[in-house]
Protein backbone atom coordinates (compact mmCIF):
# COMPACT_ATOMS: atom_id res chain seq x y z
CA UNK A 1 0.00 0.00 0.00
CA UNK A 2 2.95 2.74 0.58
CA UNK A 3 4.86 1.92 -2.54
CA UNK A 4 3.14 3.99 -5.26
CA UNK A 5 3.78 4.88 -8.70
CA UNK A 6 4.07 9.40 -7.79
CA UNK A 7 4.22 11.63 -10.21
CA UNK A 8 8.00 11.86 -10.33
CA UNK A 9 7.52 8.18 -11.79
CA UNK A 10 5.45 8.87 -15.11
CA UNK A 11 6.08 11.12 -17.98
CA UNK A 12 2.85 13.25 -19.24
CA UNK A 13 4.55 15.41 -21.83
CA UNK A 14 1.64 15.72 -24.72
CA UNK A 15 -0.59 13.37 -22.48
CA UNK A 16 -4.04 14.22 -21.16
CA UNK A 17 -3.42 13.78 -17.39
CA UNK A 18 -7.20 13.96 -14.83
CA UNK A 19 -6.03 14.63 -11.47
CA UNK A 20 -8.15 14.63 -8.63
CA UNK A 21 -7.35 17.34 -5.85
CA UNK A 22 -9.15 18.25 -3.17
CA UNK A 23 -10.89 21.61 -3.64
CA UNK A 24 -13.63 21.40 -0.88
CA UNK A 25 -13.03 24.65 0.21
CA UNK A 26 -16.00 26.75 2.50
CA UNK A 27 -17.46 29.02 0.33
CA UNK A 28 -19.47 32.15 1.72
CA UNK A 29 -21.85 34.46 -0.95
CA UNK A 30 -19.44 32.81 -3.63
CA UNK A 31 -15.92 34.12 -1.87
CA UNK A 32 -13.51 31.64 -0.52
CA UNK A 33 -13.14 32.22 3.06
CA UNK A 34 -10.10 29.82 3.36
CA UNK A 35 -7.97 28.43 0.84
CA UNK A 36 -5.67 26.28 2.33
CA UNK A 37 -6.62 23.37 0.01
CA UNK A 38 -6.14 24.79 -3.18
CA UNK A 39 -3.02 26.35 -2.06
CA UNK A 40 -1.37 22.48 -0.99
CA UNK A 41 -2.67 21.54 -4.51
CA UNK A 42 -0.76 23.89 -6.17
CA UNK A 43 2.83 21.86 -6.55
CA UNK A 44 1.43 19.23 -8.21
CA UNK A 45 -0.41 21.09 -10.20
CA UNK A 46 2.78 22.53 -11.32
CA UNK A 47 4.36 19.69 -11.66
CA UNK A 48 2.25 18.58 -14.26
CA UNK A 49 2.01 21.93 -16.47
CA UNK A 50 5.87 21.90 -16.49
CA UNK A 51 6.10 18.50 -17.41
CA UNK A 52 4.05 19.21 -20.69
CA UNK A 53 0.94 17.52 -19.27
CA UNK A 54 -2.39 18.59 -20.57
CA UNK A 55 -4.26 19.00 -16.79
CA UNK A 56 -7.67 18.63 -16.52
CA UNK A 57 -8.17 18.79 -12.73
CA UNK A 58 -11.39 17.56 -10.77
CA UNK A 59 -12.99 17.88 -7.24
CA UNK A 60 -16.64 17.54 -5.37
CA UNK A 61 -17.53 20.50 -3.06
CA UNK A 62 -19.71 20.07 -0.71
CA UNK A 63 -22.56 17.33 -0.57
CA UNK A 64 -25.04 18.20 -3.55
CA UNK A 65 -26.32 14.83 -2.98
CA UNK A 66 -26.28 14.29 -6.47
CA UNK A 67 -27.70 16.81 -8.10
CA UNK A 68 -26.24 20.35 -9.75
CA UNK A 69 -26.57 23.16 -6.57
CA UNK A 70 -25.44 26.72 -7.94
CA UNK A 71 -23.82 27.44 -4.61
CA UNK A 72 -21.47 24.44 -4.91
CA UNK A 73 -20.32 24.81 -8.28
CA UNK A 74 -16.62 24.90 -8.71
CA UNK A 75 -16.73 28.31 -10.71
CA UNK A 76 -14.82 30.31 -7.89
CA UNK A 77 -12.17 27.97 -7.43
CA UNK A 78 -11.54 28.22 -11.18
CA UNK A 79 -10.84 31.94 -10.68
CA UNK A 80 -8.95 31.97 -7.74
CA UNK A 81 -6.77 29.06 -9.63
CA UNK A 82 -5.90 31.16 -12.28
CA UNK A 83 -4.48 33.53 -10.14
CA UNK A 84 -2.99 31.13 -8.14
CA UNK A 85 -1.13 29.79 -10.97
CA UNK A 86 -0.48 33.07 -12.86
CA UNK A 87 -2.27 31.55 -15.94
CA UNK A 88 -6.33 30.70 -17.09
CA UNK A 89 -7.86 27.84 -15.48
CA UNK A 90 -11.07 26.92 -17.98
CA UNK A 91 -13.70 26.29 -15.98
CA UNK A 92 -16.02 23.42 -17.78
CA UNK A 93 -19.38 24.38 -16.87
CA UNK A 94 -21.36 21.34 -17.13
CA UNK A 95 -23.72 19.85 -15.00
CA UNK A 96 -23.33 16.43 -15.79
CA UNK A 97 -19.80 17.32 -15.36
CA UNK A 98 -18.08 15.20 -18.85
CA UNK A 99 -20.69 17.36 -20.84
CA UNK A 100 -20.17 19.10 -24.00
CA UNK A 101 -18.15 21.57 -22.42
CA UNK A 102 -15.30 19.45 -21.17
CA UNK A 103 -14.92 17.58 -23.96
CA UNK A 104 -14.45 20.13 -26.30
CA UNK A 105 -12.44 22.15 -23.82
CA UNK A 106 -10.27 19.06 -23.71
CA UNK A 107 -10.12 18.08 -27.13
CA UNK A 108 -9.17 22.02 -27.80
CA UNK A 109 -6.09 21.60 -25.20
CA UNK A 110 -2.21 22.06 -25.64
CA UNK A 111 0.69 21.02 -23.83
CA UNK A 112 0.09 23.07 -19.92
CA UNK A 113 -3.12 24.24 -20.57
CA UNK A 114 -5.50 23.86 -17.10
CA UNK A 115 -9.07 23.20 -17.56
CA UNK A 116 -11.65 22.66 -14.03
CA UNK A 117 -14.68 19.95 -14.66
CA UNK A 118 -17.65 20.75 -12.14
CA UNK A 119 -18.30 19.39 -8.78
CA UNK A 120 -17.72 15.52 -9.11
CA UNK A 121 -20.81 15.13 -6.79
CA UNK A 122 -23.29 16.51 -9.11
CA UNK A 123 -23.49 13.31 -10.22
CA UNK A 124 -25.55 10.66 -8.18
CA UNK A 125 -23.16 7.54 -9.07
CA UNK A 126 -19.59 9.26 -7.95
CA UNK A 127 -20.01 8.44 -4.47
CA UNK A 128 -21.38 4.74 -5.46
CA UNK A 129 -18.53 4.24 -7.64
CA UNK A 130 -20.97 3.67 -10.80
CA UNK A 131 -19.27 2.34 -13.59
CA UNK A 132 -21.03 4.59 -16.47
CA UNK A 133 -19.74 7.97 -14.71
CA UNK A 134 -16.13 6.40 -13.87
CA UNK A 135 -16.04 5.45 -17.78
CA UNK A 136 -16.71 9.32 -18.87
CA UNK A 137 -14.16 10.39 -16.80
CA UNK A 138 -11.67 7.84 -18.08
CA UNK A 139 -12.25 8.53 -21.47
CA UNK A 140 -11.03 12.59 -20.77
CA UNK A 141 -7.14 11.51 -19.66
CA UNK A 142 -4.93 8.88 -20.59
CA UNK A 143 -2.82 9.59 -17.17
CA UNK A 144 -4.75 9.85 -14.00
CA UNK A 145 -3.25 11.24 -10.64
CA UNK A 146 -4.74 11.42 -6.89
CA UNK A 147 -3.68 14.38 -5.06
CA UNK A 148 -6.93 14.35 -2.44
CA UNK A 149 -6.10 12.32 0.40
CA UNK A 150 -9.17 13.69 2.27
CA UNK A 151 -11.43 11.16 0.17
CA UNK A 152 -8.90 8.02 0.20
CA UNK A 153 -11.33 6.36 2.57
CA UNK A 154 -13.98 6.32 0.15
CA UNK A 155 -13.97 4.19 -3.13
CA UNK A 156 -15.89 6.86 -5.40
CA UNK A 157 -15.64 7.32 -9.37
CA UNK A 158 -12.93 10.09 -9.48
CA UNK A 159 -10.88 9.17 -7.19
CA UNK A 160 -10.87 4.67 -7.37
CA UNK A 161 -13.24 4.00 -10.32
CA UNK A 162 -11.23 5.73 -12.61
CA UNK A 163 -8.16 4.58 -11.41
CA UNK A 164 -8.75 1.34 -12.69
CA UNK A 165 -9.27 2.93 -16.02
CA UNK A 166 -6.71 4.73 -16.95
CA UNK A 167 -3.59 3.53 -18.38
CA UNK A 168 -2.05 4.95 -15.38
CA UNK A 169 -2.76 5.71 -12.13
CA UNK A 170 -0.10 7.89 -10.13
CA UNK A 171 -0.43 9.73 -6.70
CA UNK A 172 0.35 13.53 -6.37
CA UNK A 173 2.85 15.19 -4.09
CA UNK A 174 0.13 15.95 -1.17
CA UNK A 175 -0.96 11.99 -1.68
CA UNK A 176 2.44 10.81 -1.32
CA UNK A 177 3.97 13.04 1.79
CA UNK A 178 0.51 11.22 3.67
CA UNK A 179 1.66 8.04 2.69
CA UNK A 180 4.98 8.73 3.49
CA UNK A 181 4.35 10.44 6.72
CA UNK A 182 0.86 8.68 8.26
CA UNK A 183 1.78 5.54 6.48
CA UNK A 184 5.51 5.02 7.94
CA UNK A 185 4.75 6.62 10.90
CA UNK A 186 2.40 3.70 12.02
CA UNK A 187 4.36 1.30 10.07
CA UNK A 188 7.78 1.39 10.30
CA UNK A 189 8.16 4.32 13.07
CA UNK A 190 11.58 5.50 14.29
CA UNK A 191 11.64 4.75 18.42
CA UNK A 192 10.15 5.80 20.94
CA UNK A 193 7.34 6.18 19.42
CA UNK A 194 4.85 8.07 21.25
CA UNK A 195 0.85 8.53 20.15
CA UNK A 196 -1.41 10.81 21.99
CA UNK A 197 -4.98 10.52 21.43
CA UNK A 198 -7.64 12.60 22.28
CA UNK A 199 -10.93 13.99 21.42
CA UNK A 200 -14.54 13.76 22.45
CA UNK A 201 -15.83 9.92 22.39
CA UNK A 202 -14.35 6.47 22.95
CA UNK A 203 -16.64 5.07 20.46
CA UNK A 204 -15.11 6.74 17.72
CA UNK A 205 -11.53 5.95 17.89
CA UNK A 206 -11.75 2.35 18.50
CA UNK A 207 -9.78 0.51 16.09
CA UNK A 208 -7.23 3.65 16.56
CA UNK A 209 -7.10 3.02 20.39
CA UNK A 210 -6.14 -1.44 19.52
CA UNK A 211 -4.16 -0.66 16.68
CA UNK A 212 -1.55 2.11 17.49
CA UNK A 213 -1.33 0.11 21.05
CA UNK A 214 0.27 -2.55 19.08
CA UNK A 215 2.51 -0.21 17.12
CA UNK A 216 3.75 2.38 19.68
CA UNK A 217 5.95 2.51 23.00
CA UNK A 218 3.59 5.10 24.88
CA UNK A 219 -0.08 5.81 24.51
CA UNK A 220 -1.55 8.91 25.79
CA UNK A 221 -5.17 9.07 26.50
CA UNK A 222 -6.57 13.11 26.77
CA UNK A 223 -9.77 14.77 25.96
CA UNK A 224 -13.32 13.72 26.93
CA UNK A 225 -12.65 10.00 26.24
CA UNK A 226 -10.06 9.68 29.30
CA UNK A 227 -12.82 9.77 31.41
CA UNK A 228 -14.23 6.15 30.27
CA UNK A 229 -10.96 5.10 30.94
CA UNK A 230 -10.92 6.64 34.53
CA UNK A 231 -14.41 5.30 35.07
CA UNK A 232 -12.67 1.61 33.96
CA UNK A 233 -10.28 2.03 36.69
CA UNK A 234 -12.95 2.72 39.17
CA UNK A 235 -12.46 6.90 39.52
CA UNK A 236 -15.47 8.66 40.56
CA UNK A 237 -15.72 10.73 37.06
CA UNK A 238 -18.76 13.47 38.60
CA UNK A 239 -20.85 14.89 35.31
CA UNK A 240 -18.23 14.00 32.56
CA UNK A 241 -18.57 12.64 29.44
CA UNK A 242 -18.39 8.91 30.18
CA UNK A 243 -19.07 6.12 26.75
CA UNK A 244 -20.94 3.71 29.43
CA UNK A 245 -20.77 0.78 26.79
CA UNK A 246 -17.32 1.00 26.34
CA UNK A 247 -16.25 0.99 29.77
CA UNK A 248 -15.29 -2.56 29.50
CA UNK A 249 -13.61 -2.02 26.53
CA UNK A 250 -11.40 0.26 28.49
CA UNK A 251 -10.34 -1.76 30.84
CA UNK A 252 -9.16 -4.57 27.99
CA UNK A 253 -6.76 -1.66 26.72
CA UNK A 254 -5.45 -1.28 29.92
CA UNK A 255 -5.15 -4.76 30.60
CA UNK A 256 -3.43 -4.94 27.00
CA UNK A 257 -1.16 -2.49 27.14
CA UNK A 258 0.04 -3.64 30.55
CA UNK A 259 0.67 -6.99 28.83
CA UNK A 260 2.56 -5.88 25.96
CA UNK A 261 4.83 -3.66 28.41
CA UNK A 262 3.38 -0.51 26.94
CA UNK A 263 2.83 3.01 28.39
CA UNK A 264 -0.57 4.20 28.37
CA UNK A 265 -0.75 7.37 30.43
CA UNK A 266 -3.84 8.77 31.91
CA UNK A 267 -4.58 11.95 33.30
CA UNK A 268 -3.60 12.56 36.57
CA UNK A 269 -5.59 16.22 36.83
CA UNK A 270 -8.25 17.57 35.64
CA UNK A 271 -9.96 20.83 35.15
CA UNK A 272 -13.64 20.85 35.78
CA UNK A 273 -16.55 23.15 36.23
CA UNK A 274 -20.04 23.10 37.21
CA UNK A 275 -21.49 22.98 33.22
CA UNK A 276 -20.36 22.81 29.63
CA UNK A 277 -19.55 26.97 28.66
CA UNK A 278 -22.48 27.60 26.70
CA UNK A 279 -21.56 29.16 24.10
CA UNK A 280 -19.02 26.97 24.10
CA UNK A 281 -16.01 30.38 24.31
CA UNK A 282 -18.26 32.08 27.42
CA UNK A 283 -16.51 32.69 30.37
CA UNK A 284 -16.20 30.09 32.61
CA UNK A 285 -15.33 29.05 36.29
CA UNK A 286 -12.93 26.63 36.59
CA UNK A 287 -10.57 24.40 39.59
CA UNK A 288 -8.54 21.63 38.97
CA UNK A 289 -8.89 18.38 40.86
CA UNK A 290 -6.96 14.88 41.14
CA UNK A 291 -8.08 12.86 38.41
CA UNK A 292 -9.19 9.95 41.30
CA UNK A 293 -11.67 13.11 43.23
CA UNK A 294 -13.72 14.51 40.26
CA UNK A 295 -16.79 15.99 42.69
CA UNK A 296 -20.01 14.06 41.71
CA UNK A 297 -21.34 17.60 40.24
CA UNK A 298 -18.33 18.46 38.83
CA UNK A 299 -17.44 17.70 34.98
CA UNK A 300 -14.16 17.02 33.60
CA UNK A 301 -13.32 19.59 30.31
CA UNK A 302 -9.31 19.64 30.25
CA UNK A 303 -6.46 17.86 31.47
CA UNK A 304 -4.85 19.55 34.05
CA UNK A 305 -0.88 21.53 34.49
CA UNK A 306 0.18 18.11 36.21
CA UNK A 307 -0.57 15.99 33.37
CA UNK A 308 0.13 18.89 30.52
CA UNK A 309 3.68 18.43 31.82
CA UNK A 310 3.95 14.80 32.39
CA UNK A 311 2.40 14.80 28.54
CA UNK A 312 5.28 17.03 27.78
CA UNK A 313 7.96 15.11 29.36
CA UNK A 314 6.73 11.99 27.31
CA UNK A 315 6.96 13.51 23.89
CA UNK A 316 10.34 15.03 24.71
CA UNK A 317 12.02 11.62 24.62
CA UNK A 318 10.15 10.27 21.92
CA UNK A 319 11.21 10.36 17.51
CA UNK A 320 8.15 9.65 16.60
CA UNK A 321 4.78 11.47 17.74
CA UNK A 322 1.25 11.17 16.36
CA UNK A 323 -1.41 13.37 17.79
CA UNK A 324 -4.77 12.99 16.67
CA UNK A 325 -7.76 14.99 19.31
CA UNK A 326 -7.44 17.99 21.89
CA UNK A 327 -6.86 17.69 25.50
CA UNK A 328 -9.90 19.81 26.64
CA UNK A 329 -12.71 21.90 25.00
CA UNK A 330 -9.89 23.98 23.10
CA UNK A 331 -12.23 26.14 21.87
CA UNK A 332 -12.68 28.14 25.13
CA UNK A 333 -9.37 29.75 26.02
CA UNK A 334 -9.49 28.78 29.61
CA UNK A 335 -10.62 25.06 28.93
CA UNK A 336 -7.09 25.22 26.29
CA UNK A 337 -4.33 25.42 28.01
CA UNK A 338 -3.42 21.60 28.06
CA UNK A 339 -4.00 21.43 24.10
CA UNK A 340 -1.70 24.38 24.08
CA UNK A 341 0.93 22.20 26.20
CA UNK A 342 0.81 19.36 23.85
CA UNK A 343 1.29 21.18 20.89
CA UNK A 344 4.10 23.56 22.55
CA UNK A 345 5.63 20.29 23.67
CA UNK A 346 5.34 18.81 19.80
CA UNK A 347 6.64 22.13 18.42
CA UNK A 348 9.76 22.04 20.78
CA UNK A 349 10.53 18.55 19.79
CA UNK A 350 12.85 17.55 17.31
CA UNK A 351 10.86 14.03 16.41
CA UNK A 352 8.78 13.44 13.88
CA UNK A 353 5.55 14.97 14.69
CA UNK A 354 2.62 14.04 12.93
CA UNK A 355 -1.06 15.65 12.96
CA UNK A 356 -4.02 13.47 12.32
CA UNK A 357 -6.17 16.34 10.39
CA UNK A 358 -9.88 17.54 12.24
CA UNK A 359 -9.74 19.29 15.55
CA UNK A 360 -5.75 18.46 16.18
CA UNK A 361 -4.70 20.35 13.02
CA UNK A 362 -7.29 22.86 13.77
CA UNK A 363 -6.64 23.60 17.40
CA UNK A 364 -2.32 24.04 16.10
CA UNK A 365 -2.86 26.35 13.38
CA UNK A 366 -5.01 28.36 15.66
CA UNK A 367 -2.36 28.17 18.46
CA UNK A 368 -0.27 29.43 15.62
CA UNK A 369 1.94 26.56 15.66
CA UNK A 370 1.14 24.79 12.55
CA UNK A 371 4.39 25.59 10.94
CA UNK A 372 6.69 23.88 13.25
CA UNK A 373 5.40 20.49 13.16
CA UNK A 374 6.96 17.54 10.44
CA UNK A 375 3.61 17.16 9.09
CA UNK A 376 -0.44 18.16 9.48
CA UNK A 377 -2.47 15.60 7.81
CA UNK A 378 -5.67 17.10 5.22
CA UNK A 379 -8.00 14.58 5.80
CA UNK A 380 -9.89 13.78 9.17
CA UNK A 381 -11.51 10.69 8.44
CA UNK A 382 -8.47 9.12 5.97
CA UNK A 383 -6.03 9.79 8.84
CA UNK A 384 -7.82 8.05 11.31
CA UNK A 385 -8.66 5.28 8.91
CA UNK A 386 -4.90 4.92 8.18
CA UNK A 387 -3.83 5.10 12.02
CA UNK A 388 -6.51 1.89 12.19
CA UNK A 389 -4.44 0.11 9.67
CA UNK A 390 -7.52 0.14 7.72
CA UNK A 391 -6.47 0.01 3.69
CA UNK A 392 -7.85 3.09 1.89
CA UNK A 393 -9.02 2.62 -1.40
CA UNK A 394 -8.22 5.77 -3.17
CA UNK A 395 -4.41 4.81 -1.99
CA UNK A 396 -4.50 0.74 -2.68
CA UNK A 397 -6.06 1.71 -6.04
CA UNK A 398 -3.00 3.81 -7.44
CA UNK A 399 -0.20 1.57 -9.74
CA UNK A 400 2.34 -0.06 -7.64
CA UNK A 401 6.01 1.37 -8.25
Not at 124 to 149: Q, W
Not at 274 to 285: H, V, W
Request: charged share 25%.
Amino acid sequence: MLNKKSIDDIHVKGKKVLCRCDFNVPLKDGKITDENRLVAALPTIKKLIADGGKVILCSHLGKPKGEPKPELSLAPVAVRLSELLGQEVKFAADNEVVGPNAKAAVAAMKDGDVILLENTRYRAEETKNGETFSKELASLCEIFVNDAFGTAHRAHCSNVGVSALADTAAVGYLMQKEIDFLGNAVENPVRPFVAILGGAKVADKLNVISNLLEKCDTLIIGGGMAFTFLKAKGYEVGKSLVDDEKVSYCKEMMEKAEKMGKTLMLPVDTVVAADFPNPIDAPIEVETVPSDAIPADKEGLDIGEETAKMYADAVKSAKTVVWNGPMGVFENPILAKGTLAVATALAETDATTIIGGGDSAAAVNQMGLGDRMSHISTGGGASLEFLEGKELPGVAAATDR
